[in-house]
């Protein structure tokens, strides 16, 4: 059973256009939600990260928009640049115990031509 | 400060020898992590270690993949004997306890082992 749906799985952007990656899940014992950013042969690194009690979060470019009722959330790229050409991962959190565990979403490859 | 140290970046080993993948991972933190990740898919968890303890390894095949942490600090993973379908980045991640930081909350990942299984 897929926790974490994230949409689209591939996305082509222009230079300066903005990027949009859906995410939903079902478990309501999430209260974290992360978004990674993953360069080819690198490990995923944390680009922002939204807990349920806020419905948006920015930081510069990166925008997180959070709908606790529908149980979604999304991850907005403005200005977006080819530098930002990368594999998106979002994950989710769940609260019981002290157990640190993320299920992250399939990822969306994303690619912004010049 | 140091990121998590992963060795070797890749490998590639026929199938039925064994395997072995390190990590270290960034200083203080307690907390350390062995993913999967498969070719177009998103990192699953096999094991979490909390010090030296195993505290959920629920989704690691104990048939043939072992993993230790001992000390508390140094971790290294194992597949005994390696099968085809093994064939993934082994991503290694380690954080500290949360607090008040949201960013806390984050793991920090190493660049990951490639393995092929031939």
């Known amino acids: 059973q897929q926790q974490v749906k994230q949409s689209p799985q591939s996305l082509i952007v222009q230079k300066g256009g903005i990027s949009i990656i859906n995410c939903a899940y079902e478990?309501?014992?999430?209260?974290?939600f992360p978004w990674y950013q993953q360069f080819p042969g690198k490990g995923p690194a944390l680009l922002i990260a939204?807990?349920?009690?806020?419905s948006e979060k920015k930081e510069g470019r990166f925008t997180i928009s959070f709908n606790k009722s529908a149980k979604q959330f999304s991850l907005h790229i403005m200005d977006s640049q080819p530098g930002d050409s990368a594999t998106y991962f979002c994950?989710?959190?769940?609260?019981?115990?002290?157990?640190?565990?993320?299920?992250f979403g399939k990822g969306t490859l994303l690619t912004v031509n010049p | 400060e140091a990121g998590v140290v992963q060795s070797p970046r890749y490998k590639i080993i026929e199938k039925k020898q064994p395997v072995a993948f390190w990590c270290n991972p960034i200083?203080?933190?307690?907390?350390l992590y062995w993913y999967l990740q498969n070719l177009g898919q998103g990192p699953e968890l096999l094991i979490r270690?909390?010090?030296?303890?195993?505290?959920?390894d629920s989704q690691l095949p104990k048939d043939r993949f072992s993993a230790e942490r001992l000390k508390g600090v140094d971790s290294t993973l194992k597949i005994q004997p390696a099968e085809l379908g093994d064939s993934a980045v082994y991503l290694c991640?380690?954080?500290?306890?949360?607090?008040?930081?949201?960013?806390?909350?984050?793991?920090?990942f190493g660049s990951g082992t490639r393995l092929t299984v031939v």
């Open positions: 991640a380690s954080s500290s306890p949360p607090d008040r930081g949201f960013r806390n909350y984050g793991y920090t």
């Open positions: 478990n309501t014992a999430f209260d974290y």
């Open positions: 939204i807990r349920p009690d806020v």
């Open positions: 994950a989710a959190r769940d609260s019981g115990g002290s157990n640190y565990k993320l299920t």
């Open positions: 200083s203080g933190h307690n907390t």
């Open positions: 270690y909390e010090n030296e303890e195993a505290v959920d």
